[in-house]
């Protein structure tokens, strides 16, 4: 029996309830990010857009495909670890904001006093740079542990895989 297309990439979160995967990461990379309006002080609103951040989380995916060693390639459905295509897209949002941060800095002076406007450059450089650093090595071991056992096999334990998603049914 075929699927209705509707229903794929969909979870159930409540009975008759349902909610794309795309949506839920959107979401839990915005929680992530901490960029709610109630909390962004010094901007209105949200920094990025839900267009943006789906973007986001694309750009993820196919940095994924695109890293050795070349494995089947994967989708938003498909990765094998929701926690590592979070932090992608979160380097990926970051990059992109920094990149606005530099090209939009003015720096003035009125009266002996400096203002640098939109000076958050070196503050995104810092965080990418931390997080890439913790990304790439577990996307690499990741990687390189699923390609093994593409080739060896492997023997399955309750302490692997990404069981993550089964503590959903407990919130």
């Known amino acids: 029996m075929p699927i209705p297309q509707e229903t794929v990439g969909t979870r159930v979160v409540d009975p008759g309830k349902s909610e794309k995967k795309g949506a839920i990461l959107v979401r839990r990379l915005r929680a992530y990010l901490r960029d709610d309006p109630v909390i962004n002080e010094l901007i209105e609103g949200k920094e990025s857009s839900d267009g ?8 993820s995916v196919e940095d994924w495909n695109d890293t050795q060693p070349a494995l089947a390639r994967i989708n938003i459905l498909t990765h094998p670890s929701d926690r590592l295509l979070i932090r992608g897209a979160a380097i990926e949002i970051l990059h992109s904001a920094g990149i606005l941060q530099s090209r939009n800095r003015l720096d003035y002076n009125d009266g002996g006093i400096v203002v640098r406007d939109k000076d ?15 990304y790439e090595t577990k996307k690499i ?23 993550r998603n089964d503590d959903d049914n407990f919130f």
Do not use: C
């Not at 943006?52 to 750009?59: C, G, P, T, V, Y």
């Not at 958050?120 to 650093?133: E, G, N, T």
């Not at 071991?141 to 069981?163: A, Q, R, T, W």
């Open 141 to 163: 071991n990741l990687k390189k542990s699923l390609n093994i056992s593409l080739g060896f096999g492997s023997v399955p334990s309750e302490y692997s895989g990404n069981n």
């Open 52 to 59: 943006q951040l789906k973007e986001a989380i694309l750009d």
């Open 120 to 134: 958050k450059a070196p503050d995104y450089q810092a965080w990418i740079s931390h997080l890439v650093r913790d």
